[in-house]
T-cell receptor
Framework: EAGVAQSPRYKIIEKRQSVAFWCNPI?????LYWYQQILGQGPKLLIQ????????DSQLPKDRFSAERLKGVDSTLKIQPAKLEDSAVYLC????FGAGNTEAFFGQGTRLTVV | GEDVEQSLFLSVREGDSSVINCTYT??????LYWYKQEPGAGLQLLTY?????DMKQDQRLTVLLNKKDKHLSLRIADTQTGDSAIYFC?????????????FGAGTRLAVHP
């Protein structure tokens, strides 16, 4: 089974520029998460999709971050304009949705450096 | 509310047991997870436990849950240098119905000869 694919792996941009990250979840996984992991910290949930609908974006800085999941499959996360404090690894994960336990699978992440 | 807390660093000698601790605050039934993250790699699920269980054992890994104190621990027996990594505790609260997955800050495990 193919895993969660993310691209690019690395990105360096200047502050105030824009950047976009792409995630292709495991086929059939209804739940998709985007996390921000700053160096030395745990993953912080930015946004969670259930199919193509947003179920939690309470920690997404909506003035600069946006995300979409068209057709309930692939997802993109955009930052516009970027700030120095956005430097982090952006992790995408997907999971089937069910009443019992289901495992969340993570991609390798995109490491963003804002200079 | 939902919050997960962990101690940040643990150093052990190779061959000894490691115990990594975590506390969570959600009062509803929940699944609790331990993830491992090696340098430059994604998160790998190690094991999980449901909040109606006290203990789960999986080869060298033992998970203990104290529901009263909302305290979770991961014991790694015969710790090896390959176990050096960051270990994250995470929970999925059953309430809400949307499979939220909330992580702690992670415990860095260093294994030395």
């Amino acid at each position: 089974e193919a895993g969660v694919a993310q691209s690019p792996r690395y990105k360096i941009i200047e502050k105030r520029q824009s950047v976009a990250f792409w995630c292709n979840p495991i086929s059939g996984h209804a739940t998709l998460y985007w996390y921000q992991q700053i160096l030395g910290q745990g993953p912080k949930l930015l946004i969670q999709f259930q199919n193509n609908g947003v179920v939690d974006d309470s920690q997404l800085p909506k003035d600069r971050f946006s995300a979409e999941r068209l057709k309930g499959v692939d997802s993109t996360l955009k930052i516009q304009p970027a700030k120095l404090e956005d430097s982090a690894v952006y992790l995408c994960a997907s999971r089937t949705f069910g009443a019992g336990n289901t495992e969340a699978f993570f991609g390798q992440g995109t490491r963003l450096t804002v200079v | 509310g939902e919050d997960v807390e962990q101690s940040l660093f643990l150093s052990v000698r190779e061959g000894d047991s490691s115990v990594i601790n975590c506390t969570y605050t959600d009062s509803s039934s929940t699944y609790l997870y331990w993830y491992k993250q090696e340098p430059g790699a994604g998160l790998q699920l190690l094991t999980y436990i449901f909040s109606n269980m006290d203990m789960k054992q999986d080869q060298r890994l033992t998970v203990l849950l104290n529901k009263k104190d909302k305290h979770l621990s991961l014991r790694i027996a015969d710790t090896q240098t390959g176990d050096s990594a960051i270990y994250f505790c995470a929970e999925t609260p059953i309430s809400g119905g949307y499979n939220k997955l909330i992580f702690g800050a992670g415990t860095r495990l260093a294994v030395h000869p």
